[in-house]
């Protein structure tokens, strides 16, 4: 058991090799500790001699939250500069990557665990940003920073047997809301987004799909898309090998699509104008195209009987 209160605190802080300096608890303001390196005096790059203190500027970083208060780290840094007068070497700043990476307002351990609840917990950057007491653009900035190296990684993407692509409506741009899209790159069996490009053609996905290389498309058994003619042209081309499946919801939304079609073609037939709200076929469009679960007793008996009136006219 450890007994020393200063060792203590360090502990409570949890980063290696710092000693804590004090702590600013102020009512309404977030929980400040002051923390130094135990850094050794470096020697100069130029000359060699041992460096000199210049000064101690002092870096506040956002770190994450201590018994559900926001923290910031006041971390008091070396600046060191050369003891000969006549060393042509200037000044330098200690970096400890541990602390903090470098032109982020974030500690590295706040960095990663942002980064982790929005990448992997879907949970919101202003979500975040309340949590913390920080501004919107610091969760974003450390989030886009430590998401860039994951996101590049090389094994990112591991082994893909099904692959599936969509279109979604990305932004609105401009003072008339133009609609830009984008297409969604996803591996189905892990239900993992690889990538969103831009444009709903088959331009980029077979760039994206080019640049993946022959050993790596190969692997491919699966290829899902929503009915698109582009699409489809892309898996021809990149993944001849692949079964192309075609999504439930589009499959069903076209089956709707045409039977809404052979109502409205039967209903001027016989009627000799479009649907009325008295006329049996208007009263039925959505009971038509209704789910089997969603459909009471009494919808059943309904459908029953229009099938049963359909028959002697088809036959």
Sequence with gaps: MVTDPTRMCELLVGL????????????????????????????????????????????????????????????????????????????????????????????????????????????????????LGCDWHTINDTVVAYGTALVEHKDRFGTVEALGLDEVLFARIGPWHRQEFSTQIVDVNAGQLLDVVPGRSGDKPKEWLEAKGKDWRDDVRWATLDLSGPYRAVFDEKLPGATQVADPFHVVKLGNTKLDECRRRVQNETMGHRGHKSDPLYRCRRLLTKADERIDEKGKEKLHGLCGLAIPEAT
Excluded at 24 to 32: I, K, N, T
Excluded at 39 to 57: N, Y
């Design 16 to 131: 290696p090799e710092v000693t804590v300096l004090g702590l600013d608890d102020e009512v309404g303001a977030p929980l400040s500790i002051h923390v130094e390196t135990r850094a050794r005096r470096p020697g100069c790059s130029e000359c060699g001699v041992l460096a000199r203190v210049k000064d101690r500027p002092v870096v506040t970083l956002v770190d994450l939250a201590a018994f559900g208060r926001p923290t910031r780290l006041a971390w008091h840094k070396f600046r060191w500069h050369g003891a000969e007068p006549t060393c042509p070497g200037g000044s330098w700043t200690e970096d400890e990557p541990s602390i903090a990476a470098k032109r982020l307002m974030l500690s590295d351990r706040a960095g990663r665990w942002v980064t982790e609840q929005v990448g992997r917990h879907a949970r919101t950057v202003n979500e975040i940003a309340v949590e």
